[in-house]
């Protein structure tokens, strides 16, 4: 193994360069969920030029799903295993003042997709140049439209992960410094469900609120009334996350509206919690607005499932992190995030995992105008992508 480790060290070593002026190009024109494009375009190009076995485009959108065969021997004959990035950026307006700052007014890669996207890049480019290290099948997936969710739920219909044995993400984390992950077995992220609810009552002169039925004192009952699903409904040592996040209602100071609007979302840590939270939500609807003499129309969208890790292949990782980072680096994660990850949908077919990859302490959160994927995460990334993959494929 030594042998091994040095020569993808030095092959590492060797592309960070040219994955580093990619990440820039990626960062400097962002594409918006379900148009990428121009990416998918380049990503293909790139995969190209690797000599891949084969190269699909346009599946489930934008996505690209790049396959590369090894030519050596081992117990990874027969075996398949994928690596996921996301493409795709957000509608965000950059404020950070970098050389490569987004072209595209109000749009930028604010989650950092151009970091997974590149180190993916770099991952496909070591791994075409060690095909005799590794037996059996390597499956690169360019997935486009995670922020909006359902990139990963057209992959997978169409196809992208058959015969695929196991699956490994990463997730750029600020907070964490470069040179450190987080790994958890189990619960990574939560599931994310959205919702829409009217509420029709009866408008009215607001000096006179008896001669209609007021929507906005009905709404407002009920967005307290909601959060009892989380603290009296749920065990207190399980989570769930109830939030209206969106509250329409009215035109002037002096005039009851007829009606209000009220969105938001559920984030659940188990499908069962998710399974019930329709039923729950629409209970407590329906009494608030039957003791506020309203009418509602409810509709509960089921968005992105719970992110759930297999144990195995996230030791797997885990390990792979340790040797490469020393086990001091590899941070086991005591709790998951609310946050949602349609690499869900995948894990709901096959094994996987995703980590965090440490970005930097100082930078700013997630989907924040000044946020940036950190260059010097890049090989790391690509180093552990690597190795799970020849540990997977050649052990
Ligand atoms: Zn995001
Ligand atoms: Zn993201």
């Known amino acids: 193994m030594p042998v091994e480790a040095d020569r993808i060290t030095g092959a590492i070593a060797a592309i960070t360069p040219d994955i580093v002026n990619v990440r820039h190009y990626l960062h400097q024109n962002p594409e918006l969920s379900h148009f990428e494009e121009q990416t998918s375009a380049f990503v293909a190009h790139r995969l190209a030029d690797l000599g891949l076995d084969s190269i699909q485009t346009n599946v489930g959108g934008y996505g690209v799903v790049g396959t590369l065969r090894g030519t050596g021997t081992g117990p990874g004959q027969g075996r398949t295993i994928a ?13 950070r003042e970098v050389p490569y700052k987004s072209c595209k007014p109000g749009v930028m890669h604010a989650c950092g997709h151009d970091g997974h996207t590149s180190t993916l890049l770099g991952t496909a480019a070591v791994l075409a140049g060690a095909r005799d290290a590794f037996a059996g099948e390597v ?3 360019f997935q486009p439209a995670e922020e ?3 990139g990963a739920r057209r992959m997978v219909e169409e196809g992208a992960i058959e015969g695929v044995d196991a699956i490994v993400a990463l997730h750029g984390w600020p907070g964490m410094p470069v040179g450190k992950v987080g790994v958890r077995p189990g619960p990574m992220m939560a599931s994310s469900d959205t919702f829409d609810l009217k509420i029709i009552g009866r408008g009215a002169h607001a000096a006179q609120p008896h001669l209609g039925a007021d929507p906005i004192l009905a709404g407002s009952q009920l967005v307290v009334a909601l959060q009892s699903i989380a603290s009296r409904e749920i065990s207190p040592t399980d989570s769930i996350v109830v939030t209206v996040a969106q509250f329409h209602a009215g035109t002037a100071n002096n005039i009851i509206p007829g009606s209000a609007e009220l969105k938001g979302t559920v984030r659940c840590l188990t499908e069962a919690h998710r399974l019930e939270a329709p039923e729950r939500l629409e209970r407590i609807i329906g009494g608030i607005c039957a003791a506020f003499r309203m009418e509602y129309e409810f509709k509960y969208k089921r968005g992105t499932p719970v992110t759930v890790n297999d144990v195995a292949v996230n030791a797997l990782v885990s390990d792979v ?6 086990e001091e680096n590899v941070t086991q994660l005591p709790a998951p995030s ?4 349609d690499f869900a949908m995948y ?3 096959i094994p ?5 990859l440490g970005v930097g302490d100082e930078m700013t959160p997630l989907h924040t105008p000044t946020y940036n994927f950190a260059d ?3 090989p790391i990334g690509i180093e552990i992508f690597t190795r799970t993959v020849l540990k997977y494929l050649a052990e």
């Open 83 to 95: 690596l996921r990035a996301d493409m795709d950026a957000l509608p965000i307006q950059e404020t």
């Open 139 to 141: 499956r690169f997936l």
């Open 148 to 150: 909006t969710v359902g």
């Open 321 to 326: 992190a340790g040797s490469v980072l020393g």
């Open 338 to 341: 609310m946050g949602a990850e």
């Open 347 to 349: 894990l709901q077919k």
């Open 352 to 356: 996987g995992a995703m980590f965090r």
């Open 376 to 378: 010097d995460a890049l």
